[in-house]
Structures are given as structure tokens and as C-alpha cells.
């Protein structure tokens, strides 16, 4: 099993956009996948069609009082521990509580290890105690960057945080970078592709952003069921398989196989 958090601190970088296409597009290959959201603002839960007021059926009771992981929901194909906006209170709780911030790495590993090949987290857009929680769980990092001033920006909180994370998670590594938004027409776009071209490694294949991702999410369906013909599903598929190589998740597949 695999885990995976997509992260950045800045909001505006596809990070959930990305989660829920990857793991709806990794769930038609015939992995078995669970998504994790961690984000107060649900925003992967609700494009995946689920919600939900209850605080237990969240990460909440795992991270502060380090019960076990909360039953998924399904939602096509991949399985989903859903969010909504009181997981904020996570933040001040996991303050005063020791070990606190281990509590979901230490249950994936224990509960969920046998049941899925990938575990893929929405980590929150901010260096807070929710973040801290998904980049311990990790075995890899996938950090989307938009191809704009603010993508430098979430280099440097990354760059800040991530020595930090490793005294925790010595293992844990940046798998890919994803070059989001990007806009061919724009110069400034390409200027800013340019330099993670130059600087940032492993790079996977830049994401520009069309109509039709807003679209599928609000009709609560992956780009592969609303539009399977789109440029975007094109290149959700094109960046997923990056992903999988990136992380050795079909080598890993294949020994289970044989």
C-alpha cells in the first residue's frame, strides 16, 4: 500500500482537483483506492458527491483520541473518509494531545494496509496541525504548483516544513511535482513552467485548467464519467500514470498479481 498526500499551504492549486481525479482515474485501472479528505473545506468530499455532519465519520476520532479509522463511503469506485468544516477543531485539540500528529499514519498501517493499493490524501491548504497530520501519513508527497507567483510561494512553505516532517517520517519524499493552471496563451505561465522546468524534479506534465473540471464538479462525477472524450481526461490519465511510475505503485501491483 501506498500513501500519498497532495500537498501545498496555498489554496488555488488544484491540490483537491487533483486528488479526486487521480483516485477516481487509479480506481478505473482496478486499484483498490481510498481517499482521505483532511480539508475543513470538504471541497473533495462534496465534488465527490458526499456529505456529511457527522464529526466521527471523519479523521477527527482518530487523530485526537487515536481510536480506530471511520467506515468509507463509497463513491464510483474508490472509497472515501469524507470531511466537513468542524475537522477545524482538530487543529487546537491536536496541540495538547501527545503523538498526536502520528495517529493517522499509525492506522492506515494497521487497519487499512490489506484492504487498498493506494491511499490518497487532501491535505488542507496550510502549514497547521491537519497538514502536518497527511504529510506524516505519507510515503510520498505530490505537490501541485500553479504556474503563477503564488506556485513559488508554496515551494518555499514546503521547503520550510519539510526537514520538519522528516524527523517524524523519515521516509517521506516529494514523488512529483504537477504544474497546474497553466495556460499556454499566457507568458507569464510559460515563464513560470519554464523555471519548474528548470528547478524542480521530478516533474510531471503541466495541467491546464479548462471549463469542463468546474463542470464535473458540480455534477458530483470524475472527468471520466462526465466528458471521457475531454482534453482534461486526457491529461488527468496522462499525469496519473506519471504518478504510478513516480511512486512504483505498478511494480507493486504486478508482484501482486503474479
Known amino acids: 500500500m501506498k500513501v500519498l498526500t497532495f500537498f501545498n499551504h496555498v489554496g488555488g492549486a488544484m491540490k483537491s482537483s487533483l486528488t479526486r481525479e487521480v483516485a477516481f482515474a487509479m480506481g478505473a485501472m482496478g486499484q483498490r483506492v481510498l481517499m482521505i479528505d483532511l480539508d475543513p473545506q470538504a471541497n473533495l468530499s462534496s465534488w465527490a458527491g458526499v456529505y456529511t455532519d457527522d464529526l466521527s465519520q471523519t479523521v477527527h476520532d482518530t487523530a485526537i483520541d487515536d481510536a480506530p479509522l471511520p467506515s468509507p463511503v463509497r463513491t464510483h469506485g474508490v472509497d472515501l473518509i469524507p470531511s466537513n468544516v468542524l475537522l477545524s477543531l482538530v487543529e487546537g485539540r491536536m496541540l495538547g494531545t501527545i503523538g498526536a500528529q502520528m495517529n493517522l499514519r499509525a492506522h492506515l498501517q494497521e487497519e487499512m494496509i490489506d484492504r487498498y493499493d493506494v491511499v490518497l490524501i487532501d491535505s488542507p491548504p496550510s502549514l497547521g496541525q491537519l497538514a502536518v497530520l497527511g504529510a506524516i501519513a505519507a510515503d510520498h508527497l505530490i505537490v501541485p504548483v500553479p504556474t503563477e507567483e503564488k506556485g513559488v510561494l508554496g515551494l518555499k512553505g514546503l521547503t520550510q516544513m519539510l526537514p520538519a516532517y522528516r524527523k517524524l517520517n523519515p521516509g517521506l519524499s ?34 491546464p485548467l479548462r471549463a469542463v473540471w468546474k463542470d464535473a464538479q458540480l455534477a458530483r462525477q470524475p472527468l471520466a464519467v462526465y466528458d471521457s472524450r475531454s482534453e ?24 501482486g498479481e503474479s
Open 174 to 207: 516529494v514523488a512529483l511535482y504537477v504544474p497546474t493552471r497553466f495556460d499556454t496563451r499566457n507568458s507569464h505561465d510559460r515563464e513560470m513552467l519554464a523555471f519548474y522546468q528548470e528547478n524542480l524534479r521530478p516533474l510531471a506534465s503541466p495541467i
Open 232 to 255: 482534461a481526461n486526457g491529461h488527468v490519465t496522462r499525469v496519473t500514470n506519471e504518478i504510478i511510475a513516480a511512486v512504483g505503485l505498478l511494480l507493486e501491483v504486478r508482484r
